[in-house]
């Protein structure tokens, strides 16, 4: 039997109604907007699920997550000997990255995509480059880690793309590096390996594949090309990390004459499926590149100003009609909104004005920031939904109208204050396909998980594993 989700307020296919709801088949599809007079009339029944004093809203989407780096968050805030910090949070990286078994990482990514369901996101992109056991050794089935991040996807009910990451090279011209052994795989074993992922998950409903070459300073560009041109025939979305700092296009200018965006540009890499994160120090030409091929881009506020990268300059991929999506990427923070208007206010800051992306386009600066927190998400992994458009899967949140953060909200402004003003404490309810996976703030699993992931916490604060 369909059923209605009733809220006071919904916002659904880019419209703010009052007083009607969500009506959603058995298959967690979107039928429309209904009211409950128009389900109780002589039309089909709907069970009426009444979500008095809350908005509805389409689910966030994640774009770019690395969740095992959920387990040092905080551990790695301060200056090394020597003042060198971000060496001071790869080392926490990569100890995190050699530390976790398949059950820790099982136990710390279901407590992270918990994490990311509380905060109303819906699906998540996993940007996936752990591979081997400790000793840098294939396990039996080269895939055991990914089907573990999966698995935890589906039994918190979460959606997930799988962004299957090529790694070969601790940089340009470098040589492998110790700490990222569990990383490596030569191209041939990653297009293989990705190939038994997409057979293995090919019948699983909220389950999709992607294929991720980790940068172009970790994958040589003859392998680069090679994992484009499989994704590019198998119409896989294809992410990469991009220009995150400086240094990484002085390298490649020093190893092949261009910048990373101008060599995956000449090279045909860059298509509608191509999604490029980070892409903070661009040239306008290399924005046009980007633009030109209809690609997007992928911005990870939170772990940019956590890292220190630099500025992502959101204006300019407005101007040029650039999607921008959002990442949570290191797990420093978790919360999708804030990374949204965060494009905005860093821009703020560096132009010491406000406003920067409103009317760009002619597009209202609240609509934009929204549209990037979730439909532009859900385009860059190759799924449908984002908005709750008739016929797109029905991920959503609910908020709580009675929370101070955005007590007095109405129709007019409920789009604008979810941006700018909504906190993770107002989020209620969260559903994918439809289905509840958290009411009233509860997660059935939710004790469950959290026992497991401390356990997991204390080993590794303890040194464990080291």
């Known amino acids: 039997m369909p059923k209605l989700y009733l809220p006071d307020l919904l916002c659904a296919g880019g419209i703010t109604n009052a007083g009607s709801g969500l009506l959603v088949d058995d298959e967690g599809k979107v039928l429309g907007v209904a009211t409950a007079e128009s389900v109780s009339g002589s039309g089909p029944p709907a069970e009426i699920v009444r979500l008095a004093g809350k908005a509805l809203l389409p689910g966030l989407a994640n774009a770019h997550s690395h969740t095992f780096q959920r387990l040092f968050r905080g551990r790695a805030e301060g200056r090394a000997q020597g003042g060198d ?43 996936h480059y752990l591979h081997n056991d400790p000793s840098g050794r294939p396990y039996a089935d080269p895939n055991t880690l990914a089907h573990q991040v999966i698995r935890a996807a589906e039994s918190v009910g979460m959606r997930i793309c799988l962004l299957r990451a090529a790694y070969q090279r601790a940089g340009f011209q470098r040589e492998p590096h110790p700490g990222q052994r569990r ?72 190893e092949y004459g261009r910048t990373p965006v101008a060599l995956v540009a000449e090279n045909g890499i860059l298509t509608p499926r191509t999604t490029l994160v980070h892409a903070i120090h661009l040239t306008w030409t290399e924005f046009e590149q980007v633009a030109a091929a209809g690609s997007t ?46 494009n905005e206010y860093h821009l703020r800051l560096q132009k010491r004005e406000r406003g920067i992306l409103d009317q760009l386009n002619s597009e209202d600066i609240a609509a934009r920031l929204f549209d990037s927190a979730t439909l532009a998400g859900y385009r860059a992994l190759g799924i449908e939904g984002g908005s709750l458009a008739v016929g797109e899967p029905a991920d959503f949140f609910t908020a709580d109208l009675d929370d101070l953060a955005i007590l007095g909200v109405d129709r007019a402004s409920l789009v604008a204050q979810a941006v700018f003003a909504l906190g993770r404490s107002a989020i209620r309810d969260v559903a994918v396909a439809g289905r509840l996976v958290i009411e009233n703030g509860v997660h059935v699993q939710g004790s469950e998980i959290r026992s497991r992931y401390r356990a997991v916490q204390k080993r590794f604060a303890h040194g464990e594993g080291q």
């Open 183 to 254: 990383f490596y795989e030569s191209t041939e074993d990653y297009l293989r390996n990705l190939e038994a992922l997409l057979s293995a998950t090919g019948g699983h409903a909220r389950v999709t594949v992607g294929a991720a070459p980790h940068s172009i300073r970790a994958v040589p560009l003859t392998g680069f090309k090679q994992i484009a041109a499989f994704a590019q025939q198998r119409e896989l979305p294809l992410h990469m990390h991009i220009s995150e700092q400086p240094a990484e296009n002085d390298a490649c200018v020093a």
């Open 297 to 342: 881009i992928c911005s990870c506020p939170t772990t940019e100003r956590n890292l220190g990268d630099g500025i992502f300059p959101a204006d300019v991929a407005a101007r040029l009609g650039i999607p921008v999506a959002q990442g949570t990427d290191s797990q420093a923070q978790i919360d999708m909104l804030e990374d949204a208007r965060q």
């Open 85 to 127: 910090t971000f060496w001071t949070w790869r080392e926490q990286m990569y100890r995190a990255a050699g530390f976790v078994s398949p059950d820790d990482l099982y136990n710390v990514a279901r407590a992270t995509f918990l994490e990311m369901l509380a905060s109303g996101i819906t699906v998540v992109g996993e940007f």
